[in-house]
């Protein structure tokens, strides 16, 4: 636990360019647009000063902690940081009783708690007193879904926060601030260009601090020449990005066709069950800076578009590969994606569930205006009950087959078919059971 340093004011150039460059307030912290944006909520209750107990939910790098930062330093806070791995109970109560002194002078106290998933539930429910009687704002950050790792009592009583990824738009401003800024390289002549900022924008995969981290690197590893005035020009070159990164530029523009191709070539080699190629434009993607949660939904896309219920496990390990790599991130989710992508190249395919929602769409916007047949329709009111609703309506279980002949699409389209199962896989099964259903709703029409 520690109080405020004034790092707003901290001009030690002994810092690492990811501290200096910190943002100082919120004209200079980038994106969360949908958080801090004209008239969005968290913009309202700064301005306002009306800010609440709340927790920031998001990957690394996107400004949790700076936010914390100058939601104190807007609203005149007192500013408290506590550590899971160093804040024992005593010590959080202890502090917790001195905000409780301050809040009765008329002093605030905002308490912030990075990693609060890793604070156990004792340590969580020494703040929750102090909370609930207002003696302290309490602001946690995590990158994990606090359902899960906040306990319910505390979280109820906290605001949650999402905060989104950085995009590669966002990195390469900051980029370009640090360049220029005093407070990062703008005593030095600073040489690169809009692509080699793209390459470290690209790398930093939303997270702003790697960004930083990597500029630094380039910068102290670059070319240096001494002016006549005696300042420094520094050349940065695409080989030292390359070395700092210890990756290879790649042909690859995420919002060009190369992007698109990549995607293709994935989705293509899955369809033609070759997962040796399916791998390789996985990698080529991943290893390009691509999001692996971009690929991840659109494996899951493929999982019901091109396998269905050939193999129903297809969906289920498609999802579980997009959790992991929500959690986890690049590069370790790689290996999630890596066998989703396998299984779902050596899974049975069949496009049975696109072919079917394709036709059953035609039908849908061509007879928007179809009545719904009243046998099925709900009747919560006598007066509904009046006119019909319901009426008809046969319940499956109370039938020893489980079964009825009762219609169920519009008259206009009785018998229209629009599932048609192929015999790949599981769905061999599925056919055979909805051949039985149809012969005995004929049966017993």
């Avoid at 692509?195 to 380039?218: C, H, K, P, Q, Y």
């Amino acid at each position: 636990m520690q109080n405020q340093i004034s790092i707003f004011d901290n001009d030690d150039t002994n810092q690492p360019l990811a501290s200096r460059m910190r943002p100082r307030d919120l004209d200079e912290f980038v994106g969360q647009d949908h958080l801090l944006g004209p008239g969005k909520v968290l913009q309202r209750l700064i301005d306002q000063d009306r800010v609440t107990s709340m927790i920031f939910w998001g990957p690394p790098g996107v400004g949790k902690t700076t936010l914390a930062r100058i939601i104190a330093n807007r609203t005149n806070a007192r500013f408290i940081t506590f550590s899971a791995v160093t804040s024992g109970i005593k010590e959080i109560r202890q502090v917790m009783q001195q905000a409780e002194q301050s809040r009765r002078f008329g002093d605030k106290t905002i308490v912030f708690i990075d990693e609060i998933h890793r604070f156990n539930k004792a340590q969580q429910d020494a703040f929750l007193p102090f909370v609930e009687k207002g003696s302290i704002i309490l602001i946690g950050a995590t990158t994990e879904n606090p359902s899960f790792e906040v306990n319910g009592a505390l979280l109820s009583r906290c605001k949650v926060f999402v905060l989104h990824q950085l995009t590669e738009q966002d990195i390469a401003a900051l980029v370009r601030r640090a360049i220029t800024d005093p407070r990062g390289f703008g005593d030095r002549n600073v040489l690169i260009d809009d692509d080699m900022i793209g390459m470290i924008s690209a790398f930093a995969n939303g997270d702003a601090r790697a960004a930083l981290m990597t500029l630094e690197m380039v910068v102290l590893n670059g070319d240096v020449t001494t002016g006549a005035d005696g300042r420094d020009t520094v050349v940065v070159t695409k080989e030292t990005i390359e070395q700092c990164t210890s990756k290879r530029s790649l042909l690859y523009d995420k919002d060009g066709e190369e992007h698109y191709n990549l995607i293709s070539a994935l989705h293509k080699s899955m369809r033609n069950s070759d997962p040796d190629a399916a791998v390789y434009w996985l990698a080529r993607m991943l290893e390009a800076g691509e999001d692996p949660l971009y690929i991840a939904r659109r494996v899951t896309r493929f999982a019901s578009e091109d396998v269905g219920l050939a193999d129903p496990r297809a969906l289920e390990l498609a999802v579980a590969a997009y959790q992991a790599c929500h959690f986890i991130g690049m590069p370790e989710c790689s290996v999630h994606l890596t066998e989703a992508v396998v299984y779902l190249s050596l899974a049975p395919k069949s496009n049975a569930m696109e072919v079917a929602y394709n036709l059953a769409r035609v039908d849908a916007l061509e007879q928007l205006a179809e009545p719904v047949p009243l046998n099925i329709r709900n009747a919560p009111t006598r007066l509904m009950k009046e006119q019909g609703y319901g009426k008809g309506y046969k319940y499956a279980h109370d039938y020893e087959d489980k079964l009825t002949s009762m219609q169920c699409l519009p008259d206009s389209l009785v018998g229209r078919e629009y599932y048609k199962p192929t015999e790949q896989g599981l769905e061999s099964r599925f056919k055979d059971r909805l051949r039985d259903i149809k012969e005995w709703k004929e049966k017993h029409k």
